[in-house]
């Protein structure tokens, strides 16, 4: 996979300086190079470089407002419950957290209907607790939207203005972040219940 450069921007600028992130969806971990605080990285995929394996469509196990960014690279536009995903990010995320958000747009040739196009992208997101930072900086904001129109990403760089807090029930990473706690929570295969919206 050859990596786009305006990505790899995107992580290294949002991640540096943070103390913990979350990789949703982190796959073969091509970004790993980019990443300039400690991560957290789940996805579904037995074969990915997860450390933790869990379904996205159920709920992120770790506690309420515990990381200080997180990323998704080509994700969320192929899990069928977004909303529900989005909403455990916010919920996971600290209050004026950083979420990064890539998907594959309508010019992808994506043969499913898995793709989303700019606005989508930004609606969901707002109604799902959070608000651009993109547009804070212009050189950003203006490669972001030279490059929706021109290859095959919807970015979107946004801020956490809302909770959507919800109780879990067990296993859940406590929100001290010594690095014994977060290889423990590295190591951990969480398999739990969330209750439901």
């Known amino acids: 996979m050859s990596k786009h450069w305006f990505i790899a921007h995107l ?4 991640t540096n300086g943070k103390n913990i992130g979350l990789d949703v969806g982190v796959g073969k971990d091509n970004w790993s190079d980019f990443k300039k605080c400690d991560f957290i990285d789940v996805d ?3 074969q990915s470089k997860s450390d933790i394996i869990i379904d996205l469509e159920q709920h992120l196990p770790f506690k309420d407002s515990f990381f200080d960014v997180v990323i998704s690279i080509n994700v969320l536009n192929y899990v069928k419950k977004s909303r529900q995903v989005m909403k455990e990010i916010n919920r996971v995320l600290k209050m ?3 979420f990064v958000c890539i998907v594959d747009n309508p010019n992808s040739n ?10 989508y992208l930004d609606r969901i997101l707002s109604l ?6 993109l547009k804070n900086n212009l050189k ?3 490669y972001a939207k030279w490059f929706n129109k021109t290859s095959v990403y919807a970015f979107a760089v946004v801020k956490k203005i809302e909770n959507y807090e919800t109780p879990l029930k067990k296993d859940v990473v406590t929100n001290k ?5 977060i290889k423990w929570a590295k190591s ?5 219940t969330h209750p439901e919206d």
């Open 188 to 192: 951990y295969n969480i398999k739990t």
């Open 96 to 98: 004026d957290g950083i």
């Open 177 to 181: 972040k010594t690095k014994q706690e």
């Open 110 to 119: 994506n043969e499913k209907d898995d793709t989303w196009s700019q606005t």
């Open 140 to 142: 950003d904001f203006l």
């Open 128 to 133: 799902t607790g959070f608000k651009t930072i």
């Open 11 to 14: 992580i290294k600028k949002y």
């Open 44 to 46: 579904i995929n037995k």
